[in-house]
Nanobody
Framework: QVRLVESGGGLVQAGGSLRLSCAAS????????MGWFRQAPGKEREFVAT???????YYEDSVKGRFTISRDNAKDTVYLQMNSLKPEDTAVYYC????????????????WGQGTQVTVSS
């Protein structure tokens, strides 16, 4: 069992930055693939970024060049640095974990955090 707790969300103006954190506990964090997803009101949860055990990353097209996913295995924590934020980035952001390789679908992740709200004002 893996427990995930997100933090770092908030209200920011367009063009600003936020860093989300996801602290993991329970199993061997360093072997898990970690992902960030987001869900805006009235929309389905969508993939944002993922990082595997060796540090390989992949991003959804709309966040490439603006968001950076990283992990600190010594702290059992994954981060999402979000720069040049836009109003359309407004959503609840979720951290997720899976014991396999890279994956982009929410249905391939086994463990989820409770989510943290990110609101970008125009």
């Amino acid at each position: 069992q893996v427990r995930l707790v997100e933090s770092g969300g908030g209200l920011v103006q367009a063009g600003g930055s936020l860093r989300l954190s996801c602290a993991a506990s329970g199993r061997t964090f360093s072997t898990y693939t970690m992902g960030w997803f987001r869900q805006a009101p009235g929309k389905e949860r969508e993939f944002v970024a993922t990082i595997n055990w060796s540090g390989g990353t992949y991003y959804e097209d709309s966040v490439k060049g603006r968001f950076t996913i990283s992990r600190d295995n010594a702290k059992d924590t994954v981060y999402l640095q979000m720069n040049s934020l836009k109003p359309e980035d407004t959503a609840v952001y979720y951290c997720a974990a899976r014991p396999g390789g890279r994956a982009y679908s929410q249905y391939e992740y086994d463990y989820w955090g409770q989510g943290t709200q990110v609101t970008v004002s125009s």
